[in-house]
Structure formats: C-alpha cells, structure tokens
C-alpha cells in the first residue's frame, strides 16, 4: 500500500523567499512521485514528475523536487517565491500494485506575503 | 493542448436523487479515473476503468456508484441515490499509459446535496 505524508498544512514565505514543501511516501513498490498545484475552484495541474532515472526533476514554474529514496521523501522546492505562487500543494504517489490508481497527501496551502 | 474537460461545473441536487457526472477524456488515453474531494480535505481515489470495465476501486465506491463509457468519448460517473454525504468536488482524470504516465485531471464537478 502506498501513502503520502506532507509536513505542514500551511507553509507562508515573503516573497523572493525560498519555498520548501516537505513530502514523504511510504510505499511497498518503486513509486512513482507527483506534485500538484491546485488554485481556487480550480482543477489539479500536474508541476512535476519523478518516475526512474534522474533524481533531481524540474517542473513547470521554477519548480523542482529531488527524489531520495534512502529518507522516502520528494520534497518541492522554488528558490524564489512569487505571489502567483500562492496555492494548494499535493504530493502524490502511485506505483504498479495491480492499479495505478494515485494516492494523494493532505496538501500544503502556500501562502505568499509581500 | 488536449484537455480532460468536466461538465457540469456545479450541480446541485436533493438528496435521494440520481446524478450523473460527465467527463470527456484526452482522446488517445486509454486509462480513466475518478476522484473526490470533500471540502478542506485531501483528494480520495474512487475507481479506475480501462478497457470497458473497472480495474479498480476504493472501498468509497459502493453500489451507489457506478461508471460507463456510453460512447468513444465520453465518461460518466453516477450516482444512484444521493446523500448529504457525497457533496464533493469530483474529479476526472486520464492517461495515455498506466504506468509511471502522470494522470491528466480536469477541473472537476461540484456536487451540492441539498
């Protein structure tokens, strides 16, 4: 079974600041790892991907996470917060266990001060 | 670039009354999801069908529920007998590949129970 853990529901920075979202997985297989970024009343839009090779993986808007697999985790981060940038955050795991249906974490609301 | 498009975007309904969810999948996708999101809480698999029948399904989705592809394009969610219960955000999601492809959401349907 698979699981996402995510550290703090709501994360605030200034602007310009660094931006670290903390995300952990348990899972039985080699997981793949997402994250989401969700708007108000909108619908969930894919920021990034880990499947195999790199580690380290860029997304769309200056993010990137990096995969560690010796700490379970698959950390967000973007080395400089925009106001654009604030949103809802989901981590997300699925692996190959007969389904590959998509576990998401509890979400991490950003929150982008001026 | 091709879209999971939801309709409709706000359905309100009485308790006790059927609803039907529509989705229209990116074209050439194979695999296609269901996901609900209660308000203020995380996103929650509902089932996963990919060649005319379920390959999956969580044990939130009970006799009330059940999918279709009445035709090549379009993707239906329903349920037979609403409670208060299933007021939600509900999501659609495809994918072209099951494995490590991310799965492409669309803006989801709020359902309202009254």
């Known amino acids: 079974a698979q699981s996402v853990t995510q550290l703090g529901s709501h994360v605030s920075v200034s602007e310009g600041a660094l931006v670290l979202l903390r995300c952990n997985y348990s899972?039985?297989?080699?997981?793949?790892l997402f994250w989401y970024v969700q708007y108000p009343n909108q619908g969930l839009q894919l920021l990034l991907k880990?499947?195999?090779?790199?580690?380290l993986v860029k997304g769309i808007n200056g993010f990137e996470a990096e995969f560690k697999k010796s700490e379970t985790s698959f950390h967000l981060t973007k080395p400089s917060a925009h106001m654009s940038d604030a949103a809802e955050y989901f981590c997300?795991?699925?692996?190959?266990?007969?389904?590959?249906?998509?576990?998401f974490g509890a979400g991490t609301r950003l929150f982008v001060k001026a | 670039e091709p879209e999971v498009t939801q309709t409709p975007s706000h359905q309100v309904t009485q308790m006790g009354q059927e609803v039907i969810l529509r989705c229209v999948p990116i074209?050439?996708?194979?695999?296609f999801y269901w996901y609900r999101q209660i308000l203020g809480q995380k996103v929650e698999f509902l089932v996963s069908?990919?060649?005319?029948?379920?390959?999956?399904k969580s044990e939130i989705f009970d006799d009330q529920f059940s999918v279709e592809r009445p035709d090549g394009s379009n993707f239906t969610l329903k349920i037979r007998s609403t409670k208060l219960e299933d007021s939600a955000m509900y999501f659609c999601?495809?994918?072209?590949?099951?494995?490590?492809?991310?799965?492409?959401f669309g803006d989801g349907t709020r359902l309202s129970i009254l």
């Open positions: 074209s050439n996708h194979l695999y």
């Open positions: 999601a495809s994918s072209e590949l099951e494995d490590n492809q991310p799965q492409h």
């Open positions: 899972s039985s297989v080699p997981p793949y």
């Open positions: 069908f990919y060649n005319n029948e379920i390959s999956e």
């Open positions: 880990y499947t195999t090779g790199a580690t």
């Open positions: 997300a795991v699925s692996a190959n266990t007969g389904g590959f249906k998509t576990i």
